[in-house]
C-alpha cells in the first residue's frame, strides 16, 4: 500500500506514519531524512541540494522531487511506502502523479489550528537531558524543573506561539490545496485527530481497513 501522510504541523501525522510503519511494515519517506541520505551518499541529487545548501537557499523543487523518485525506486518501497512531508504543494503532487507513483490513499489528520497551537506551545523540553514534557499534559513534579536530572526546562523555538501560527499560515497556503487535489482523485481519507494519539491510531487504521 502507497499512502500519504497529510496533516498541519503539530496535527500528529509524523507519529501517526510511524505506527503505520509498523504495522504495514513499509519503509516512512520523509523528505528531510532522505535528503540527509542523498547528501551522505554523495548521489548526483544529494550533490545538487548541497549546492543549494551551502548557498543558505532552499532545495529547489526540482531537486527534492529527483531525490524522492530515487528513493522510491529503492527495494524496500517495492511492498509500499508511506510519504510523510512529501508532497508539500500541488506542483509537487503533480511530479509525484508524473513520475507514476501509484498512491493507494492519503490520509489527512485533521486538527483544529486552536487545539494545534495549544499543544504544540505547551511544549517544554530540559535543556541538560531533552526530556520532553507539557505544562498541562506532562508536567513536572516541580514546576521548571526535570524530574530526572534537575535541569531547567525550556520552550523550544519552533514551540512559540508566533513561529506555530507562522507554520499553519504556511501550511494553509501551500499544503492545504492538497486535500482537494487527492479528494478529486478519489484517494482522500480524513481522520479527526483524537485527544489521545491510540484513539487517532485507531479511527487511522479504520479508514484504511487494516
Known amino acids: 500500500m502507497n499512502i500519504i501522510m497529510l496533516g498541519a504541523p503539530g496535527a500528529g501525522k509524523g507519529t501517526q506514519a510511524a505506527v503505520l510503519c509498523e504495522k504495514l511494515n513499509i519503509p516512512t519517506i520523509s523528505t528531510g531524512n532522505i535528503i540527509r541520505e542523498a547528501l551522505k551518499n554523495g548521489t548526483e541529487m544529494g550533490k545538487k541540494a548541497k549546492s543549494f545548501m551551502d548557498a543558505g537557499q532552499l532545495v529547489p523543487d526540482e531537486v527534492v522531487i529527483g531525490i524522492v523518485k530515487d528513493r522510491l525506486q529503492e527495494d524496500d518501497c517495492k511492498n509500499g511506502y508511506i510519504l510523510d512531508g512529501f508532497p508539500r504543494t500541488i506542483p509537487q503532487a503533480e511530479a509525484l502523479d508524473a513520475m507514476g507513483a501509484d498512491i493507494d490513499c492519503v490520509i489527512d489528520i485533521e486538527v483544529q489550528d486552536e487545539v494545534i497551537v495549544n499543544r504544540l506551545s505547551g511544549r517544554r523540553v530540559c535543556e541538560n537531558c531533552g526530556r520532553p514534557y507539557h505544562v498541562v499534559s506532562l508536567k513536572p513534579k516541580v514546576d521548571g524543573v526535570c524530574d530526572d536530572c534537575k535541569g ?13 501560527k ?4 504556511i501550511y494553509h497556503k501551500e499544503t492545504e490545496p492538497l486535500v ?7 484517494k482522500l481519507k480524513v481522520v479527526v485527530g483524537k485527544d489521545t494519539v491510540d484513539a487517532t491510531t485507531a479511527a487511522v487504521f479504520d479508514a484504511i481497513g487494516v
Not at 482537494?180 to 478519489?186: I, L, R, S, V
Open 166 to 169: 507562522n507554520r499553519l499560515d
Open 152 to 164: 531547567a526546562l525550556v520552550q523550544r523555538k519552533d514551540d512559540q506561539i508566533e513561529t506555530i
Open 180 to 186: 482537494k487535489y487527492y479528494e478529486a482523485q478519489g
